[in-house]
């Protein structure tokens, strides 16, 4: 927290700043009639109950204000957070910063946000740099395609959990049996947009004759799904129902560009390779910040922090 931060900070001033002693020639912070307690003391009782964290807290602060300067958006990012905040607790604003956060005022808990938000800069610029070109020309491969252009129906199965195994299977039959059905109309002229009206259980597209929006990403779609439109013919319907975990589809595909050149899409694919690195790792945000320290080579000379800071890292 901002509030250990300087309290650590001002105790490093005081050891050196104080003019009032103790017998041994401490420095003191506090004084009896006879003895006190040092300047000493009491960093040596902070650093150990908060040493590594306000360290942690100091180092980062530090060291991305050399990868970030203040702009527009970062300003706009912490302009919301305060007034969300204020909106939010109102009269209590203050008292609520000291006690969800640990801050006193306005401009610590700005600090607190801009460090946050530097941090998870870093955290995505971090793992794009480890995006080597085997995975994006893999990604390019197996998961880019045209921008394609499709309708569908779905047919849910109305099963549920609490339903026995063969009224589930039931359920399932009666879903696959309607999937066909639908087909057999359009065979005999009825029009898909109008069927999609009537049948489909895609209840955001369903009023616009199933249309979907523009896709090209494997990934972003069921599989299944994907691979029966990406083989269907443009201009034509799925001659049989297409299993998903959704359900059954029938797909209409009305337009299949050319694969874009993997030039146009690289910066893309970085960042989605990225973002799936930070998603699939739960501890991927410590690694980044350890990245950080290691590419301005810090070396805690404090013996005892360096070994509540390795602890704290598992290092």
Not at 43 to 68: C, F, Q
Request: proline share 1%.
């Amino acid at each position: 927290m901002k509030k250990l931060a300087t309290i650590f900070f001002c105790l490093f001033l005081l050891c050196g700043c104080s003019t009032s002693h103790l017998k041994d020639g401490e420095e003191s912070v506090v004084k009896f009639e006879d003895g006190g307690i040092s300047a000493q003391e009491l960093y040596e009782k902070l650093k150990e109950t908060y040493g590594a964290d306000v360290l942690i807290t100091l180092i980062d602060t530090e060291l991305l204000s050399r990868e970030y300067s203040e702009d527009n958006d970062e300003k706009i990012y912490i302009n919301q957070v305060i007034s969300s905040l204020k909106e939010e607790w109102k009269d209590d604003f203050e008292s609520k910063l000291q006690q969800v956060y640990g801050v006193k005022t306005e401009k610590e808990m700005e600090e607190y946000v801009r460090l946050s938000y530097r941090r998870n800069n870093w955290r995505t610029k971090y793992a794009e740099s480890l995006v080597n070109d085997t995975q994006i020309d893999d990604y390019y491969k197996d998961h880019l395609v045209g921008d394609m252009e499709a309708s569908h129906i779905l047919i849910s199965s109305k099963a549920t959990s609490s339903m026995s195994e063969d009224e589930k299977k039931a359920a399932e039959d009666k879903a696959l049996e309607t999937a066909k059905e639908v087909i057999e109309k359009l065979n005999n002229g009825s029009k898909f947009e109008d069927l999609a009206k009537e049948y489909s259980d895609d209840a955001a597209n369903k009023d616009n004759g199933g249309k979907l929006s523009s896709f090209n990403d494997r990934s972003n779609f069921d599989e299944n799904f994907l691979e029966a439109a990406i083989s269907q013919e443009v201009g034509k319907y799925s001659s049989t129902p297409v299993k998903s975990q959704f359900g059954y589809h029938i797909i209409l595909k009305t337009k299949q560009a050319d694969k874009p050149e993997l030039k146009d899409v690289k910066d893309s694919i970085i960042s989605k390779i990225a973002q799936d690195m930070i998603s699939e790792d739960t501890n991927f945000g410590a690694k980044s910040l350890l990245g950080l320290r290691e590419k301005y080579g810090i070396k805690i000379t404090d013996s005892d922090l360096e070994k509540s800071y390795n602890k704290l890292y598992g290092l």
